[in-house]
């Protein structure tokens, strides 16, 4: 049985600067969105992929995904909410109950390689609960105390670098699981930045699986500079 994906895309994307949502701004002339959806659709372990657009957006979306060969995978577009977590909740309600494994893929890490995708379906597929692709940190992180913006911040750790990981997406669950801590998420005041967080929340185990540096974030405006050159090297 296949995976279906759900892809969360009804940011606004603020820190990429002024102009439309981030999922439908450009690189290579195609809306990251459709980069996205592409990338999941490429990968054999994949039937459905739901994208939650911006809810202003649900009509333009669907013809934007239609317009484009997604290699014959079925897509479905839902209205997303006001945060993250709450698109992902809508998009999972749009998946069949028969579904046993999904992916959460952000609609901003457009040029995730296939081996990727394949890897945390076949992860989840294996047994596992719980997968998140993730890389090694360049950077050493400190922890600190936050202050009003340009104060200087006290530094109160220096975590063990070797043992930190930036996590990205798709990440992979049983359906049932992450939809079940999605519900439970509404009661309480659980609000975790990625999916796997709310399953840790509750207590679940995840584990995590090789990412790749070709799946990062666009989050600020130098990250679509080099996502056009990494496009550009793919296209050469
Ligand atoms: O803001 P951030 O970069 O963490 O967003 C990650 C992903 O979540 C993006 O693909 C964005 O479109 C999506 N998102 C969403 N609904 C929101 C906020 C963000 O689907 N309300």
Redesign the pocket.
């Known amino acids: 049985q296949l995976a279906a994906a759900v892809v969360?895309?009804?940011?606004r994307g603020e820190r990429l600067g002024p102009g439309a949502p981030?999922?439908l701004r450009e690189l290579g002339g195609v809306p990251l969105l459709v980069h996205a959806v592409r990338a999941l659709a490429r990968s054999r372990a994949v039937g459905l992929v739901v994208v939650?657009a911006p809810p202003q957006g649900v009509a333009e979306v669907a013809a934007l995904l239609d317009s484009h060969g997604l290699d014959g995978k079925d897509v479905k577009v839902v209205a997303?909410?006001?945060?993250?977590q709450?698109?992902v909740r809508l998009g999972l309600a749009a998946i069949p109950a028969e579904t046993e494994v999904v992916l959460v893929h952000?609609?901003?890490r457009p040029l995730v390689p296939v081996e990727v995708v394949d890897a945390v379906a076949a992860a989840v597929r294996a047994g596992a609960g719980a997968v998140v692709p993730a890389v090694p940190l360049a950077d050493t992180v400190k922890r600190v105390e936050p202050q009003p913006a340009g104060a200087p911040e006290p530094v109160l750790e220096t975590p063990d670098r070797s043992a930190l990981r930036a996590v990205q997406t798709p990440q992979g669950f049983r359906r049932a699981a992450l939809a079940e801590a999605h519900e439970k998420a509404l009661d309480g005041e659980a609000q975790v930045?990625d999916d796997a967080g709310l399953i840790e929340h509750f207590g679940g185990r995840v584990v995590v699986v090789p990412g790749h540096e070709e799946a990062f974030?666009v989050?600020r405006p130098l990250d679509l500079v080099l996502a056009e050159a990494v496009l550009a090297r793919r296209r050469a």
């Open positions: 969360p895309a009804a940011g981030k999922a939650a997303g909410g006001a945060t993250r709450e698109s952000d609609a901003a930045t974030k989050t």
